[in-house]
């Protein structure tokens, strides 16, 4: 790796630390562990400063205390208990001013429309903040701020301050910091990992918040004893302490420590660095990447127009309004519906109420694990997210209309419910936000993820404030007109999508091959380059009966002298279980100078087609004929090459695709052109040949 002061300067000072000890690097999937690790912690205890507000409700306004045991899983779960006038601190608790007067509860749920105000509009100047500037410092400084003033909230119980607007100014100051928190971890997690898996490893990631949830209560009820206050410092040191953590050891970009960039190079390049780094230890700095930038301080972030204007970041953003304003609502208001509905005959208590509302996070981590895992199955997050929507919709219904029967049933109903509502919000704010992040600017000098991350979910913090506040005036109508605003929020989450979803099923049902198809080819693995001309010829003809020489020249015209041709295409089985991708290079005499075949993923056909055309690119851009000739890329595709000359006709699920192919050969002697299928069936072949 260069010693340019830039790039050593961007190296996290504990890797340095750990480099010299070592005396070798990690490798590359080691490096993603520590990123998926850190992340997570960053991020739970990002969630659990924020709990002490709702442990310490009762201690400040003691009204609304049902219970002196410490939270669930600690004390009994459900059971009925009597009020008491004792806090959970063991003492007489007449509260603390100016929470403890009539209109406390209103107090209270006016520092939480502060922060929740000040984070969602904190996160739109957060995101592009964080594309600017160095990530791993901003996630830092949110973090450190984050501790200092959820702390100094706390210390006004040692001050003995008894002035509301201080600690309305500490929530709100306290909101702006963690707004700089989800931009930034989803912005490093959209660095270091590609698009394969991206869904089923964010879902299981975002496991996070309910973490950071659970933890923070059970921490805050832990020190409550020793007075209220000890419930915001201990949280806020322990996310201070994490912020130290990530400062010393976070790269937020694999260019940092001297790795190519997980949308910036291909799977071989990769699995090639890994290999080196784990057989070369400290030897790997000069093999990782010829071209490496000068670690992410090279890079400039865009703006907020110029990321909303990518395809899907505002469809998406609005969906995530309505899918925040029913799961927020579900959040806030499910402990009190459950401790204002009779079910099987009984009333239960708020302690019971709040312990029994966590299951319905339970069933959010299992959807939104599950709709990550469905999206990378069918390459298609806005149909995952639209139908999670969709059957949110009747498990809602059935829960208001059932949930009562019993305990157990109404467990049942609401973990469903929690799966459909939670899956498409953890989907769109997790790989959807990094989907659409990582487009041309991890390629070229501008960053987008922490900024369409921004967008993004800032919008649906506004539906999660919204929400909430809306519950409050619908409920005293009645519980059936708030779940018919639930109702109603998620159709039109799903409805959003609706132009998304047409366009990924068009994709999906056009040109299938059938699963029989290249079965009589010979079989291409991965990596190697593959069929020699002899091989294309007597495939050509078992297939055609032809002599293939008279069929190439009449359907196949060379290069002029000086160029060469590349002919690529793709290919999916009719099921989309697989498909292939094939090319091959020629000159102007009709000589085969290299080709490839290979197989890949589960996918739509124009993604196939769109794969070909890249990595056809990538090989003639790092062969010893670039430089000297010119080339022709040919596809039988018409609307993959309407993309590649227009990038800003791309559906969301292409767009990053498209523009890191159009930025690789921008500025090259390279063009590419439409070509009939009769022309173009030697890489017709070679692709299905690579289906095996």
Excluded at 635 to 661: G, M, T
Aim: overall charge neutral.
């Amino acid at each position: 790796m260069s010693t340019n002061s830039n790039t050593i300067r961007r190296t996290p000072p504990g890797i340095l630390l750990i480099r010299n000890i070592r005396g070798k690097d990690w490798s590359l999937k080691s490096y993603r562990y520590i990123i998926l690790l850190l992340t997570f912690i960053a991020y739970a205890t990002y969630h659990a400063s924020r709990k002490p507000s709702s442990i310490v409700k009762s201690v400040l306004y003691p009204e609304s205390m049902k219970s002196s045991d410490p939270p669930w899983p600690v004390g009994n779960v459900f059971i009925e208990e009597e009020f008491s006038g004792f806090g959970t601190n063991g003492v007489n608790n007449k509260g603390w001013y100016p929470f403890n007067g009539t209109d406390g509860t209103s107090k209270l749920g006016e520092i939480d429309v502060a922060f929740l105000a000040c984070y969602s509009s904190g996160m739109y100047v957060a995101g592009h903040l964080g594309d600017t500037l160095d990530l791993r410092l901003f996630l830092t400084i949110g973090m450190i701020g984050s501790g200092i003033f959820v702390g100094l909230f706390g210390m006004g119980y040692y001050w003995n301050i008894h002035e509301f607007w201080f600690y309305l100014f500490m929530q709100m100051v306290a909101g702006l910091f963690q707004a700089t928190g989800w931009p930034s971890v989803v912005a490093v997690i959209g660095n270091w990992f590609g698009k394969r898996k991206r869904g089923l490893i964010m879902g299981i990631w975002n496991a996070h918040t309910s973490v950071g949830n659970i933890s923070g209560s059970l921490l805050a009820a832990a020190v409550l004893d020793y007075g209220w206050g000890w419930s915001f410092i201990v949280p806020g040191a322990l996310i201070a302490s994490a912020g130290v953590l990530v400062y010393l050891f976070l790269p937020a970009y694999p260019e940092d420590i001297g790795f190519s960039g997980a949308n910036a190079s291909s799977s071989e390049e990769e699995d090639r660095i890994q290999k080196a780094s784990e057989q070369k230890g400290s030897a790997v700095n000069v093999e990782k990447s010829s071209d490496l930038k000068a670690g992410s301080g090279s890079r400039k972030g865009i703006g907020i127009f110029e990321a909303c204007s990518i395809p899907g970041v505002i469809p998406f953003a609005l969906c995530l309004f309505f899918s925040k304003l029913v799961a927020y609502t579900f959040l806030y208001w499910l402990p009190f519906y459950l401790s204002q509905t009779e079910i099987g005959g009984e009333y239960m208590s708020v302690k019971s109420a709040g312990n029994l509302s966590t299951l319905f996070d339970v069933g959010g981590i299992v959807g939104g694990v599950l709709a990550g895992y469905i999206s990378d199955k069918l390459i298609a997050r806005a149909t995952t997210a639209a139908t999670f929507m969709f059957a949110a919709i009747p498990s809602m219904i059935l829960y208001r209309l059932y949930g009562n029967i019993s305990r157990a049933t109404n467990i049942l109903l609401m973990m469903i419910a929690g799966l459909f509502v939670n899956g498409p919000y953890a989907l769109i704010t997790t790989a959807v936000s990094a989907d659409l992040g990582t487009h041309s600017s991890l390629r070229g000098d501008s960053r987008a993820l922490a900024t369409v991350t921004a967008i993004i979910d800032g919008t649906g913090s506004v539906g999660a404030a919204l929400g909430p506040l809306i519950t409050g005036f619908l409920s005293s109508k009645g519980w059936d007109t708030v779940f018919m605003m639930l109702n109603a929020g998620a159709l039109i989450a799903s409805l959003l999508l609706s132009h998304l979803v047409i366009a990924e099923f068009r994709e999906r049902t056009s040109k299938p091959l059938p699963p029989s198809h290249g079965q009589q080819n010979h079989e291409a693995t991965g990596s190697q380059p593959l069929l020699g001309v002899s091989n294309i010829q007597n495939n050509l003809c078992s297939l055609c009966g032809k002599v293939p020489e008279t069929l190439i020249l009449l359907c196949w015209c060379p290069p002029p002298s000086g160029s060469l041709k590349l002919n690529v295409d793709g290919a999916i089985r009719s099921d989309a279980s697989c498909g292939g991708i094939g090319g091959l290079l020629r000159n102007a005499e009709g000589c085969s100078l290299a080709s490839f075949s290979k197989k890949f993923g589960p996918g739509l056909l124009i993604s196939a087609e769109l794969l070909a055309i890249k990595y056809g690119i990538e090989m003639f851009l790092s062969s010893q004929w670039f430089g000297s000739y010119s080339l022709i890329v040919e596809s039988d595709r018409k609307n993959a090459i309407d993309l590649l000359l227009n990038p800003s006709a791309s559906p969301s699920f292409l767009f990053c695709l498209v523009r890191e192919i159009s930025d690789s050969f921008c500025g090259k002697d390279v063009s590419i052109r439409h070509i009939s299928r009769n022309g173009n069936i030697v890489a017709d072949l070679l692709a299905k040949a690579g289906i095996g």
